[in-house]
């Protein structure tokens, strides 16, 4: 199977796992299963450290990509053809964070699923979304 790990997700499987579900760890770590990361979370990550909301004691942001390659997870790029089509993603209640609502079609646009605590979700359900917690 093929994972997408929200941006929180991410951060938890990298710095404090015990934040993850037991259901999540187990796919994390079954080798079978590909765990992608999409350059969006980073690009989140840098933002909520700019605005300080996020902040990471004695971690350099810069190491996470770093971190996903040593966790044998696959980077993805943002794709012309999924920022091209993002209009397509036609929900009543949109998710309040644009950056997530791009990770959403990324999932969804690549038939993956994507893992993630994030409350907002359901209406995606109806363009194809799938979600573990």
Known sequence: MIYL?????FIWATLETSQLSKAVQQVITDKSNEICVSTVSFWEIALKVKRNTFSFNGIDIKDFPKYARIMEF??????????ISF???AVTHLHPDPLNRMVIWQAISQDMI???RDGMLEPYKECGLKVLW
């Open 74 to 83: 696959t980077i993805l790029d943002l794709t012309a053809e999924e920022t």
């Open 5 to 9: 790990l929200d941006t929180p997700v």
């Open 87 to 89: 209009h397509e993603l």
């Open 114 to 116: 994507l893992i993630s």
